[in-house]
């Protein structure tokens, strides 16, 4: 398959330059839930998008509803006051689509129509109210912006209501169910905790019921359950804090319910920078998890960052967009609007390729983003570009990416500006979510990165091709032309001897000129 092929894998013509992907580049999203109202304004070009605008207010709009069947009168005000902001912010950044929607407080409240209305009448903003199982199915299609073809169950919970949806791989969604399992709604019941507790474990029933397979994993999706994910991190330790993508088992989950209702609330919130709004739904929370856990029986519990908002995204998404890889994507977004020279990386991939030629599909795309990325930090300080380049890929708004290949990622592209992680303020402990052998692996990439961009600045493979021999331990760089033979200098030398010490094998130059006076 030819260069020019735009079918040419993940290295195909980039989605983002064409029109139906800037017509993405500002989405803005209200989302007007229970307990917060959020404005979120996505740069969508690239199939996982970045947050150009990312603004949360909590104003407890379902608060009390349990009594009085109406919005809290304080919420509203603070709503109105928050919308307003937002309305005249979208216009200030010329926000094309505008869309706003509302969930289960604004569609049970009686007196929603009227905040609606208002609203209206206050900002231009037009209220679309989602019901359960448009909201169930808009959360699932945010999990699969950052989960492609995911398989499973999602579980979004908000302050008033509760969704579930299947997730029924390539990009379908199934069967999907609303609830009032919700923080918000379960304070307001009367009988104290035991009382509350039973109503949970019959709701719970009564929706596991209509989803009668365990799944092998399941989503979870809403700030309650983040919130209790960074609990889990901070009493296990957990050297990389990014929740997307972050995964627990039910054992764990079990073990920090424990430990929520044994310790100090406040010391939690503290530790874990959580808001005491946020703190104050979390206890209730985690009961409901507790009971779903224990029905449900998923094998893999994971966080998404992505929800409502980034579904409403995915609605705007062509098809071929939806289906093109999140991380390499990215990646090439960042490398044609930050690298030196845009369109080196699949250059650098092809040179590198013959190092990995027998790894299997999900490793060969971490070397291609790895290739694609390896250059957009450039403009770093050089004393510390390879600990930028780390934390860049480590902690990046990216997509399709466990928190092992995130370390993967972010150790190659460290290597790729350094030979060794002395005085970079690499954490050690980070290494634990990887294997040693994939260590090596991450090292050597970087090293071959390394060489690569040395070597030759345009197309290197026009220069020379790598061959490694894992049976006779060799590596052969065989030079192809007269300006290969210029470009091995010194430096070049010593970097390819650098990578082939970091394989273990005998670096072998084939056609070089001698570098002796």
């Known amino acids: 398959m030819g260069d020019t092929d735009p079918d040419f894998g993940p290295f195909g013509l980039p989605l983002f330059d064409g029109p139906e992907a800037r017509s993405l580049a500002r989405v803005g999203v209200i989302d007007i839930g229970s307990n917060s109202v959020r404005f979120v304004v996505f740069d969508g070009a690239a199939r996982s998008p970045a947050y150009y605008f990312n603004e949360k207010i909590l104003c407890g709009l379902g608060a009390g509803f349990a009594e009085t069947g109406r919005l809290n009168p ?58 359960g199982a448009e909201e169930a199915r808009l959360s699932a299609q945010g999990v699969l912006l950052g989960w492609p073809g995911a398989e499973g169950l999602i579980c979004d919970i908000g302050g008033s209501s509760m969704e579930l949806a299947v997730l029924l791989g390539g990009g379908g969604v199934g069967t999907r169910r609303t609830s ?113 856990v224990r029905q449900i029986k998923p094998k893999e519990v994971a966080i998404s960052s992505y929800g409502i908002r980034e579904g409403l995204l ?9 289906h093109r890889d999140p991380l390499i994507e990215a990646a090439r977004h960042a490398e044609a609007s930050s690298a030196r020279h845009p369109g080196f990386g699949r250059a650098l991939y092809r040179f590198v390729e013959p190092l990995f030629s027998g790894a299997r599909p999900h490793k060969k795309r971490l070397v291609r983003a790895a290739c694609l990325l390896h250059d957009v930090s450039w403009r770093a300080h050089p004393d510390y570009r390879a600990e930028v380049c780390f934390d860049n890929a480590t902690r990046a708004n990216l997509g399709g990416l466990t928190h092992g290949e995130r370390i993967y990622l972010g150790l190659a592209l460290l290597h790729r500006y350094k030979s060794n992680r002395a005085g970079t303020g690499f954490n050690a402990d980070l290494l634990s979510l990887l294997s040693d052998d994939r260590v090596q692996e991450a090292e050597i990439l970087g090293r071959a990165m390394r060489f690569g961009a040395m070597f030759a600045t345009a197309n290197p493979i026009d220069h020379g091709k790598l061959k490694l021999r ?37 670096p072998i130059v084939n056609g070089a000129r001698s570098l002796s006076r």
């Not at 905040?115 to 209220?127: D, N, P």
């Not at 379960?186 to 209509?210: C, P, S």
């Open 314 to 322: 995915y609605d705007q998404m062509s098809d071929a967009l939806r």
């Open 74 to 131: 304080e919420g509203r005000v603070r709503a109105l006051s928050a919308l307003k902001r937002f309305a005249v912010l979208a216009r200030e950044m010329d926000v094309t689509p505008m869309l706003t929607v509302a969930t289960a407080a604004v569609r049970d409240a009686e007196d929603g129509p009227d905040f609606r209305a208002e609203v209206l009448s206050h900002t231009g903003l037009e209220i679309r109210v989602l019901d």
């Open 180 to 292: 009032d399992l919700a923080p918000l709604k379960l304070m307001g019941l009367k009988g104290g905790k035991k009382a509350v507790r039973k109503h949970i474990k019959e709701k719970v029933a009564e929706l596991v019921a209509e989803f009668p397979e365990s799944p092998k994993r399941l989503f979870l999706v809403g700030g309650s359950w983040r919130a209790i994910a960074r609990i889990d991190m901070a009493r296990r330790d957990y050297p990389l804090r990014v929740l997307h993508e972050y995964r627990m088992t039910p054992k764990a989950i079990m073990n920090t319910i424990t430990h929520i209702h044994e310790v100090d609330l406040d010391a939690i919130r503290s530790e874990t920078g959580t808001s005491s709004e946020r703190m104050r739904l979390v206890p209730m929370a985690s009961l409901v998890l507790k009971e779903l």
């Open 470 to 506: 894992p049976k006779k331990r060799e590596l052969i760089l065989t030079l192809t032309s007269e300006e290969g033979r210029d470009l091995f200098g010194e430096v070049a030398k010593s970097r390819f001897e650098s990578l082939a010490n970091a394989m273990g094998v005998e």
